[in-house]
């Protein structure tokens, strides 16, 4: 029963939702005062608009929002699909029944576009508040061992999925270290128990949230094509472009910024401002790494006398690529690194075609020999200002993990992950926390 009325409290939600994005695109158009003049101007016309209603809420339902349970990014992306998606029909229905005219395109399409940012946070917010209150806890039972269950899934309120028992659970988690049999056994009993099972892959580096699998009826299995999304050249080329046309439009407004820090590098020891350093770009072709220096001019003597003091930070070093308490940096120095604004030069590196928005680290030349075998897929893509490792931990991951996120990064590649990178490169510059 708490599950039914849960879905049903997120149903309604969704519908004031769409009121709400009604009445702000219209409040919008008002103020505005300068779109459709001809166009219907009663609010009560387009609240009364059922198809906008049914067509979003239809689509949200296909897309599995009401029946399934989605990890907050991947129901993000099915959500937005549907807002889109829903736009495209109700302006083609609007001109196939002749009736354009009798809506303001204005408030369609900024009703849409606000739906696509209210939806999310409404649904963050209201998930919460309903697992804190019970409705929204869904019992469920691991078979086998997995640590990354743990840590991942029932700690997700968003997910909603509590431990409970084998008996009591509603869903099974079966963990791949079953052997086949026990596997078959296993789902043959929990369906005939009416449980929800879902299978825990054994291979971690691949996303197969988009994965197609074909079915061979005759054979009664399935195969899963899984693939190199951004050593695809259609894809890299669709990034890199993406990535040019952002930094055109970035560069001026970040300007007024970029002065300012360079002002205060130069006003505080009135050294040079920019800092230069030799990183591996795609293919491993070198290319000149530019950042705000965040160093004092004479680093060398002043790192060698503190590691003869501090030994074991030579030890931290070599396990994360950077000091505890580093001497050589400035007091501006040590401010734009905890915001990562000395990462800004790296714009230029992007308008030149060296470096990416979003991408693997720009690992130095010197790091070469301790990536390993993973180097040639790294060195497949150019690298980038931001990517996954740094907003997965950043200065607390070591050099290994930083090697395998930039690895999945490359092999799972969409053009979704690069939005959420980039959103959570804000909230990281945001908290405030250490730059690489």
């Given amino acids: 029963m708490k599950a039914f009325c849960s879905r049903l409290i997120l149903l309604l939600a969704d519908g004031i939702s769409i009121v709400i994005a009604i009445l702000l695109a219209f409040g919008l158009r008002q103020w505005c005062d300068c779109f459709e003049r001809s166009a219907p101007n009663d609010l009560i016309h387009y609240l009364q608009f059922g198809l906008m209603y049914g067509v979003v809420l239809v689509l949200l339902y296909v897309e599995g929002i009401y029946t399934k349970r989605y990890d907050f990014w991947q129901e993000q992306e099915r959500t937005i699909k549907a807002v889109f998606l829903s736009g495209i029909i109700v302006f083609a229905v609007l001109a196939m029944t002749k009736n354009s005219d009798s809506y303001s395109r204005f408030i369609i399409i900024m009703t849409f576009v606000v739906l696509a940012i209210l939806l999310p946070l409404q649904k963050y917010f209201i998930k919460r508040i309903l697992f804190t209150l019970g409705y929204w806890k869904h019992p469920a039972h691991l078979l086998g061992e997995d640590p990354f269950f743990e840590k991942h899934v029932y700690t997700n309120p968003y997910l909603g999925y509590i431990y409970s028992s084998r008996d009591l659970a509603k869903t099974l988690f079966v963990s791949s270290s079953h052997a086949k049999e026990q596997i078959e056994t296993i789902l043959h009993q929990a369906l005939l128990s009416r449980q929800e099972v879902i299978f825990i892959p054994a291979i971690k580096n691949f996303d197969f949230s988009d994965a197609q699998i074909i079915h061979i009826f005759n054979a009664r ?43 205060k590098i130069k006003r505080e020891d009135g050294g040079t401002v920019f800092f230069k350093q030799e990183r591996l770009g795609q293919n491993g072709k070198p290319f000149e790494c530019y950042k705000f220096r965040s160093m004092r001019e004479n680093s060398d003597v002043l790192l060698k006398t503190y590691l003869q003091e501090h030994p074991e930070e030579v030890h931290y070093y070599n396990a994360y690529h950077k000091y505890i308490s580093d001497p050589r940096i400035t007091k501006i120095g040590s401010i734009i690194r905890k915001t990562s604004l000395d990462e800004l030069p790296q714009i230029i590196n992007v308008l030149k075609g060296e470096m990416s928005l979003i991408g693997p680290r720009p690992y130095m030349t010197s790091e070469k020999e301790k990536i390993g075998e993973s180097i040639n897929m790294i060195l497949a893509v150019k690298p980038g200002i931001t990517g996954l490792w740094q907003v997965s931990g950043r200065s607390d991951v070591d050099f290994a993990s930083r090697v395998d996120m930039d690895v999945w990064y490359v092999r799972n590649w969409s053009i979704w992950s690069d939005v959420i990178i980039l959103i959570k490169t804000v909230q990281v510059v945001l908290r405030h926390k250490g730059s690489y």
């Fill in 221 to 263: 299995a399935n195969l899963i094509i899984v693939e190199n999304n951004l050593i695809n050249r259609f894809n890299r080329s669709l990034k890199y472009s993406l990535d040019y046309f952002l930094s055109i439009i970035l560069f001026p407004l970040l300007l007024l910024l970029i002065g300012f820090i360079a002002w």
